[in-house]
């Protein structure tokens, strides 16, 4: 049986604006995402771009749990504070 799908490195990089708008998140978080080094990109001509083997591998990392990291902000410290008061529900 064929497959309906390009192996990875069958298909063309993608531009890390079009990836962005594509995954919903906002440019300075692929910006962060990037300087952590969870996001590797290729630069062309001064333009990032992703590869579609490194979107496959970011894709596995993130659903095998490597960016995982305990809730931050407000929520967090609301939370945290109402278990202080009123002990775990």
Do not use: C
């Not at 490194?54 to 931050?72: D, I, N, W």
Request: proline share 9%; hydrophobic share 40%.
């Amino acid at each position: 049986m064929e497959s309906t799908n390009p192996p990875p490195y069958d298909s063309p990089p993608m531009a890390l604006d079009k990836w962005i708008a594509e995954v919903g998140i906002n440019p300075s978080t692929a910006w962060q995402w990037r300087r952590k080094g969870w996001l590797k990109t290729v630069n062309i001509a001064g333009r990032h771009y992703l590869t579609a083997t490194q979107r496959a591998e970011f894709v596995r990392r993130a659903e095998a749990g490597e960016f995982a990291q305990a809730p931050g902000g407000a929520l967090a410290k609301h939370n945290n504070r109402a278990v202080a008061l009123h002990g775990p529900n």
